[in-house]
């Protein structure tokens, strides 16, 4: 089935009826899936989440910000309606077109400015220098970059392009009145659960993908140790939680959209979590891929020297027992939509062999998975 706005128009009108009324929804295709499922909740606003362990979570959608400290809180939606593909009835639709229940008086204003290659720059080398000092083994800057949307801009063709040309991501495009528009194509999982077991990977390192082969990759002894960083986390992670009999495999190439990074698998039986599913994601997030270690420290310099609040940007998001599977995954390669313009978000993982200039340009290689298919 081809991913074009004549095959989906009705998912098309229920994404803009959604859009338009504030209406809280999420699109979502998993990596390798044909199918798109939409979760929609017209009843009643998405629950906040005071902690991520509540047991009486059911199916829904959940979203979290990079850190709850800056203000911003972590969501359920519960739908009301799930729909699969283009299987919408343009009933529904019309009454939803007629639900001023989330209408907003204002939309949210865009208050967020890009951030120059002097800052970015400034930042990294100042990152450098903890390092080198020992305070931080790790650090993830991030930057953002404030676009003009251009005439004719569509999301919901945006995001089919988004779902044909990166079929290996986790796509998606989801508004809840709380957080905003958000429309992405992330490569990293946070954590899968399906037939009883349990996925999670470490990713790190990243480079421009110019070859079919993704097995042609070499890696500098700075990609492979920040990809280490990682991969140690996520294993002393499973420790904590006393998980046994676990699957490794990797490191090994793996190539998302524009990109080729290092990733190394997890897998086991999901008994092994003892039913602590949001246990074991807050204690997973952020990784280092996103925030650094040791995680407090790091979590600390970035609040510091960062300019921009990173929102939603870094955080996770995704379906929870949606078909009786749960995939989460790190909100990467996305960006957040304003009336008349967008922001993206990028970020790169800084080590005493950082470059900062090399730095900038990962950030925006990383962009270009957004930026590609808005000028095409």
């Known amino acids: 089935m081809a991913f074009d706005s004549f095959a989906y128009q009705s998912l098309g009108r229920l994404q803009q009826v959604c859009l338009k009324q504030n209406i809280p929804f999420a699109s979502y295709r998993l990596p390798l899936d044909r199918e798109i ?4 909740q017209h009843h009643s606003m998405p629950e906040k989440l005071s902690r991520m362990n509540e047991p009486e979570l059911k199916a829904g959608f959940v979203v979290a910000p990079f850190t709850e400290s800056t203000g911003n809180d972590s969501y ?15 009933i529904y639709i019309e009454k939803l077109a007629a639900n001023n229940r989330f209408v907003l008086e204002d939309k949210a204003a865009n208050n967020v400015r890009t951030t120059s290659s002097e800052e970015f720059v400034g930042q990294v080398n100042k990152a450098v220098a903890v390092l080198k000092d020992n305070a931080l083994q790790k650090v993830v800057l991030s930057r953002v970059r404030v676009e003009e949307l251009p005439e004719g801009f569509s999301p919901d063709v945006f995001f089919l392009n988004l779902c044909r040309k990166y079929p290996y991501a986790f796509v998606y ?9 958000w429309i992405g194509a992330s490569p990293e999982p946070l954590l899968a659960v399906e037939d009883g077991k ?3 990977v470490s990713l790190a390192g990243t480079q421009v993908a110019t070859d079919l082969d993704t097995e042609k990759y070499r890696w500098t002894s700075k990609e492979i140790e920040e990809q280490g960083i990682v991969t140690n986390y996520v294993e002393k992670t499973l420790q904590s939680f006393d998980v046994k009999d676990i699957s490794k495999t990797g490191p090994e190439n793996y190539r998302a959209a524009n990109l080729i990074h290092l990733k190394t ?7 092994g979590l003892k039913n602590g599913f949001f246990d074991f994601l807050k204690a997973l997030h952020p990784t280092p891929s ?10 600390e310099f970035i609040l510091e020297n960062e300019k921009h609040d990173r929102s939603f940007y870094s955080g996770f998001l995704g379906p929870v027992n949606i078909e009786g599977k749960s995939a989460v995954f790190v909100n990467l390669r996305c960006l957040r939509l304003f009336e008349k313009e967008f922001v993206l978000y990028s970020g790169a993982g800084i080590t005493t062999a950082s470059v900062a200039e090399k730095e900038w340009d990962e950030t925006d290689n990383k962009m270009l998975t957004m930026l590609n298919v808005i000028r095409s």
Do not use: H, Y
């Not at 359920?76 to 343009?90: A, G, K, M, R």
């Open 265 to 271: 698998s997890f897998e086991f039986r999901q008994a």
């Open 37 to 40: 499922v939409t979760v929609v």
């Open 290 to 299: 996103v925030g650094g270690l040791p995680k407090v420290e790091a979590l």
């Open 76 to 90: 359920f939606l519960q739908p009301d309606c799930v729909f699969f593909s283009n299987d919408i009835d343009d």
């Open 198 to 200: 349990v996925k999670t």
């Open 173 to 181: 495009m989801m508004q809840l009145p709380q957080v905003g528009c």
